[in-house]
Nanobody
Framework: QVQLVESGGGLVQAGGSLRLSCAPS????????TGWFRQAPGKEREFVAA????????YYTDSVKGRFTISRDNTKNTVYLQMNSLKPEDTADYYC????????????????????WGQGTQVTVSS
């Protein structure tokens, strides 16, 4: 069982930046295909971004394209989500998720395709 731990959330003003990190805790485990999802109060969990194991392929939801960047450092077994030009509508709990299986391009967007989840980190963007 892989336990994922997110960090880097916090309170920031609109237009500001945050960088989220995700890494497995305890016994080192590789994180294959990894994604970030978010859930705002009263709303369903939604896909934000994902990255393949190699890091060569990335996916983004339209609302964050050009503002967020997902990346990974496999030497540190860590996945990052750099969030720039933050907006109040980005306020949510952000969750890291990892899949141990191969994902086709459409599967990256679907929460049920991921096997492991973190506990979430809160991001609040003030106007």
């Amino acid at each position: 069982q892989v336990q994922l731990v997110e960090s880097g959330g916090g309170l920031v003003q609109a237009g500001g930046s945050l960088r989220l990190s995700c890494a497995p805790s305890g016994r080192s485990s590789s994180m294959p295909n990894t994604g970030w999802f978010r859930q705002a109060p009263g709303k369903e969990r939604e896909f934000v971004a994902a990255i393949s194991w190699s890091g060569r392929t990335t996916y983004y939801t339209d609302s964050v394209k050009g503002r967020f960047t997902i990346s990974r450092d496999n030497t540190k077994n860590t996945v990052y989500l750099q969030m720039n030009s933050l907006k109040p509508e980005d306020t949510a709990d952000y969750y890291c998720a990892a899949s141990r299986s191969y994902l086709n391009s459409s599967s990256y967007y679907t929460a049920s395709q991921y096997d492991y989840w973190g506990q979430g980190t809160q991001v609040t963007v003030s106007s």
